[in-house]
């Protein structure tokens, strides 16, 4: 590969460097700035994320490319060697789609809480808004609230699949409007949407075309079905062949109880905890290289909002 372009990002406790081919726009891995672990985007990058450190840690840095001066004029990066040659200079393709493999779980509900708590501190004033924030005041910013805690909670339980060869995504947004899935999942059993659900202590009761919680029937099936299938047509027309999302539906429930009567053919209904666990156990079904182009695909922004 040749010379590197490197994106600093800073959010929810992380704080991660990462690294680009600039030739390509292939994204080779990013370093863990607090803990200094290197992690490539696969294992064909491994080695070139290992050379970009070495050469970074030498005191090489690495330019972020300048702002095109006119319409046909391309963006220029480049290497500055310390104490030696000037930068070496390489035109560059067009401006890299936005990477969504840096978003955070809960990052799109937790930017809508932040929105809904500043129009309320507008339109009621700090005082009231603390007030009703103390005694959980039902609100759409506490709705928003506790949506992003559970999907950052459910997040979290997901990881744990990636040793074992997931590739995930968080808060991928989807279409013209604010809506987002929660999680894509890519892995050697296949791709799956999760739709993340938080009620504690609640009763869920599930037979195969509904779900109720506490005895009161909600939409999740009809909603989880549709997520999957939205995310099928865009991977397919994205990765140019054809991909089948499954759907899965995953609920905290702290010391609330989960009971499945009958299972719903095409939707796959986990309990946060044992998520994991259970979609580790499905057989596989895609290889190493498959899992690869999709994700390729599913990362990029426009692959779920194209113009």
């Known amino acids: 590969m040749g010379e590197f372009e490197t994106r600093h990002w800073r959010r929810y406790g992380k704080d991660r460097t990462y ?8 994204q080779i891995g990013y370093r863990d700035n607090v803990s200094g672990e290197l992690v490539p985007a696969d294992a064909s990058t ?9 050469l970074a840690d030498a005191g090489f840095t690495f330019a ?12 220029v990066p480049s290497l500055t060697i310390p104490g030696g040659e000037g930068p ?3 035109t560059r393709p067009p401006r890299l789609d936005e990477d969504l493999s840096v978003r955070a779980a809960g990052q799109g509900a937790r930017k809508r809480a932040n ?27 506490r709705a928003w609230r506790i949506g992003a805690a559970a999907e950052e909670s459910i997040g979290a339980e997901l990881e744990r699949l990636t040793p074992y060869g997931w590739r995930i995504l968080h808060s991928v947004p989807v279409g013209a409007n604010s809506s987002d899935i929660d999680h894509v999942l890519i892995g050697p059993p296949g791709v799956f949407t999760v739709n993340s659900k938080h009620h504690p202590g609640a009763n869920i009761w599930v037979v195969s075309k509904q779900v ?8 999740y099936l009809r909603n989880s079905r549709h997520e999957a299938a939205r995310a099928s047509a865009l991977l397919t027309a994205a990765a140019g062949v054809p991909v089948t999302a499954a759907a899965v539906l995953v609920f905290r429930l702290g010391s609330g109880s989960l009971t499945v009567r009958e299972h719903p053919g095409d939707v796959l209904v986990l309990r946060a905890t044992k998520a994991a666990r259970a979609l ?18 599913a990362k990029r922004r426009s692959t779920w909002q194209p113009s």
């Open 88 to 90: 070496r200079k390489h």
């Open 46 to 54: 491994a080695r070139v994320l290992d050379r970009w450190a070495c």
């Open 280 to 297: 580790r156990a499905l057989p596989p079904s895609l290889t190493a290289e498959q899992v690869g182009v999709v994700y390729d695909a």
């Open 19 to 26: 690294v680009l081919d600039v030739a390509t726009g292939v």
């Open 115 to 141: 929105e809904e708590l500043e129009a309320r501190r507008a339109q009621l004033g700090r005082f009231r808004t603390w007030v009703g924030k103390v005694v959980d005041a039902r609100t759409d910013e």
């Open 212 to 219: 109720r919680v506490n005895n009161q029937p909600v939409p």
């Open 64 to 75: 972020t490319p300048p702002a095109p001066t006119g319409p046909t004029a391309p963006a």
